[in-house]
């Protein structure tokens, strides 16, 4: 990548080609940050950010070129003014955590240990803090992938991030493998919208919906081999749909949103998980036993999966880490 100064080419920084396939049609994204900008290839970051040689505000227009070396360009679609909001999510990102974090530097310098702690179990305190960390982690995940954006203005978000339990419990389950909280977000969105009631009424559709977030943030594979993802949504109603009709283990009532990531990243399908349990022999058919390895006998078909009678575990659920 070149950048011009005047009329001379000058300061190259030179990164990896993307790989290009004949005949497909690719997106190039540029995001032009306050001191430097940005490439992503069908919303994937290119390896490096190009710093600029003159400063933006000097910037009086923008030429596009191309076709050296034997490329040509088939076309060229300019975004409409419609998707600037959407281009400047990674500024805005950047400056809702640097405001979040001038914030609590304001609250907290000078102050003694016990006055920063109580700010931290204070309730606007809890809330704070937690924001700064979840938007610093989203933050770094739109520096990744243009497309991972979400938005402010929803009503649902907006409950989400304003709510110490819902945020407390999103926070404190486990990690998410590549930090995709916008995932899991538009997922604990989607599980708020769609139940007639208010899930933080229900303490445990809260802990089942967050685990089910976190979980799927990044798609869950069949465990049969076959193409294809687990789908969040039949095995969130699922399970509770189970846990009403009585076919659980009592202890699935009291797991954490962190146990439950356990259960609900199994990568068996819902016939299987009822298979499971209903083959599970007698003396292995209790709490005690899951997490140990058992055979499973029937009509001549053997599945070696973990004990999971209840559907509460099985050899695919062992890293809630997804």
Same mark, same amino acid.
């Given at each position: 990548?070149?950048?011009?100064?005047g009329r001379s080419w000058?300061?190259?920084?030179?990164?990896?080609?993307?790989?290009?396939?004949?005949?497909?049609?690719?997106?190039?994204?540029?995001?032009?940050?306050?001191?430097?900008?940005?490439?992503?290839?069908?919303?994937?970051?290119?390896?490096?950010?190009?710093?600029?040689?003159?400063?933006?505000?000097?910037?009086?227009?923008?030429? $596009?070129?191309?076709?050296? @070396? @034997?490329?040509?360009?088939?076309?060229?679609?300019?975004?409409?003014?419609?998707?600037?909001?959407?281009? +400047?999510?990674?500024?805005?990102?950047?400056?809702?955590?640097?405001?979040?974090?001038?914030?609590?530097? @304001?609250?907290?310098?000078?102050?003694?240990?016990?006055?920063?702690?109580?700010?931290?179990?204070?309730?606007?305190?809890?809330?704070?803090?937690?924001?700064?960390?979840?938007?610093?982690?989203?933050?770094?995940?739109?520096?990744?992938?243009?497309?991972?954006?979400?938005?402010?203005?929803?009503?649902?978000?907006?409950?989400?991030?304003?709510?110490?339990?819902?945020?407390?419990?999103?926070m404190t389950s486990g990690?998410?493998?590549?930090?995709?909280?916008?995932?899991?977000l538009k997922i604990l +969105?989607?599980?708020?919208?769609?139940?007639?009631?208010?899930?933080?009424?229900?303490?445990?559709?809260?802990?089942? +919906?967050?685990?089910?977030?976190?979980?799927?943030?990044?798609?869950?594979?069949?465990?049969?081999?076959?193409?294809?993802?687990?789908?969040?949504?039949?095995?969130?109603?699922?399970?509770?749909?189970?846990?009403?009709?009585?076919?659980?283990?009592?202890?699935?009532?009291?797991?954490?949103?962190?146990? $439950?990531?356990?259960?609900?990243?199994?990568?068996?399908?819902?016939?299987?998980?009822?298979?499971?349990?209903?083959?599970?022999?007698?003396?292995?058919?209790?709490?005690?036993?899951?997490?140990?390895?058992?055979?499973?006998?029937?009509? @001549?078909?053997?599945?070696?999966?973990?004990?999971?009678?209840?559907?509460?575990?099985?050899?695919?659920?062992?890293?809630?880490?997804?």
């Amino acid at each position: 990548m070149y950048t011009k100064k005047g009329r001379s080419w000058t300061h190259d920084v030179w990164g990896p080609y993307p790989e290009f396939q004949h005949g497909e049609e690719f997106r190039i994204t540029i995001v032009l940050m306050d001191s430097y900008y940005r490439i992503y290839f069908n919303g994937k970051i290119w390896k490096y950010t190009y710093p600029y040689y003159e400063p933006l505000s000097a910037v009086k227009s923008l030429e $596009l070129s191309g076709g050296s @070396g @034997g490329f040509t360009w088939d076309k060229i679609v300019m975004p409409g003014e419609e998707k600037a909001a959407e281009y +400047a999510k990674p500024k805005e990102m950047k400056e809702k955590v640097d405001n979040l974090s001038k914030d609590l530097t @304001g609250k907290l310098i000078d102050k003694s240990f016990p006055e920063i702690r109580s700010y931290a179990n204070s309730t606007k305190g809890t809330i704070t803090i937690l924001s700064w960390k979840l938007m610093s982690l989203i933050q770094s995940s739109m520096e990744q992938e243009f497309d991972s954006y979400l938005d402010f203005n929803d009503g649902t978000l907006k409950k989400i991030l304003s709510d110490r339990e819902i945020l407390e419990m999103l926070m404190t389950s486990g990690d998410v493998r590549k930090n995709k909280y916008v995932a899991a977000l538009k997922i604990l +969105a989607e599980i708020i919208r769609q139940d007639p009631q208010d899930i933080t009424a229900d303490s445990l559709k809260l802990r089942l +919906a967050v685990a089910t977030a976190l979980t799927h943030s990044r798609p869950v594979t069949k465990g049969d081999g076959t193409p294809g993802i687990i789908d969040w949504r039949t095995v969130y109603k699922a399970y509770l749909r189970w846990h009403e009709e009585g076919q659980l283990y009592q202890c699935f009532d009291d797991f954490t949103a962190w146990h $439950l990531r356990y259960v609900i990243a199994t990568r068996l399908k819902n016939d299987e998980i009822v298979w499971t349990r209903e083959n599970t022999p007698k003396n292995n058919n209790n709490p005690t036993k899951i997490g140990t390895e058992v055979c499973l006998h029937t009509e @001549g078909i053997t599945k070696t999966e973990f004990q999971s009678s209840a559907g509460l575990m099985n050899s695919t659920t062992i890293n809630p880490e997804r």
